[in-house]
């Protein structure tokens, strides 16, 4: 079946959203099951009559529209779960929307990786460290694990980190790459207009905020420090390092840029050539 990734998947998180159509009136079991069936159905559906690579991409975005709708509902419960709900819809989101951005502003580096669900072992320990560590507070002290003025400054954070964040992919456009390169395309050029005319690195900022901001918002104290301090020590050796072959490509265009903007991000200089 032809269709272009960025509609595919589009369409696909739009379907997994159909779940909240649901009627919630009816009793929690007979949701669990429709809407396991409803998965089933779909996802039957989709393998039926896309390739082995689209449904891959189907999949990923069904299921992430899906854990993004049960995000919201559970956000919007009374349950005493529901900053869960919202870290749920936050990460969805991120993810799928990583994904959706790189197949308007970039397709032909797109892949599956684009969704950046397998980005790195030790990012998957630090989701799983911020589930653990809200279920033991909701466990222990659930009075924290219900929503107060310091979760509205996450979710700020959060949505102002996903906006920078997809703002400078789609300022960037092709010369936007979820890895460095080591050789420079023909058509790469060096972007300082726009968010790049304030930091030098919008994307690692907006990301850096987004991440803090999930631990902000849900009132994980010790994985609010511990993803500040892993964040900043990930994007201190990835700045050096992109900076390195940036001054590679551009060399005294990129020196005079690098003088005049700064990366963005806290006590994070860049690549020294000297």
Not at 56 to 84: E, H, P, T, V
Not at 94 to 118: C, G, K, M, R, V
Not at 134 to 139: A, F, I
Request: overall charge negative.
């Amino acid at each position: 079946m032809a269709c272009t990734p960025s509609l595919m998947s589009f369409a696909t998180f739009c379907s997994g959203l159909l779940i909240c159509l649901i009627d919630l009136s009816s009793d929690s079991d007979q949701f669990i099951y429709i809407s396991f069936l409803y998965v089933l159905i779909f996802c039957s559906i989709i393998k039926f009559f896309f390739n082995s690579t689209n449904f891959q991409i189907s999949l990923r975005s069904y299921m992430l529209g899906s854990a993004f709708s049960y995000g919201i509902m559970l956000a919007f419960s009374d349950m005493s779960l529901r900053l869960c709900g919202w870290y749920i819809a936050a990460l969805a989101f991120f993810h799928w929307s990583e994904y959706f951005a790189t197949s308007i502003t970039n397709p032909q580096n797109l892949n599956l990786d684009s969704f950046l669900l397998n980005h790195s072992r030790e990012y998957h320990l630090a989701v799983v460290a911020s589930f653990i560590e809200y279920v033991l507070e909701w466990m222990v002290i659930p009075y924290l694990s219900l929503p107060h003025i310091y979760s509205y400054i996450g979710l700020t954070m959060v949505v102002a980190g996903e906006i920078l964040r997809k703002g400078a992919m789609f300022n960037a456009g092709s010369n936007f790459n979820h890895y460095i390169r080591d050789r420079r395309e023909n058509d790469h050029q060096l972007v300082t207009t726009g968010l790049y005319a304030i930091f030098r690195h919008p994307s690692y900022v907006g990301w850096m905020c987004w991440s803090v901001g999930t631990q902000v918002m849900i009132g994980n104290p010790a994985c609010t420090v511990l993803y500040f301090i892993f964040t900043w020590f990930f994007f201190r050796e990835r700045v050096a390092a992109e900076e390195y072959t940036l001054y590679k490509f551009f060399g005294s265009s990129y020196a005079e840029y690098k003088r005049n903007v700064p990366s963005g991000l806290p006590f994070i200089y860049g690549y020294d050539p000297q």
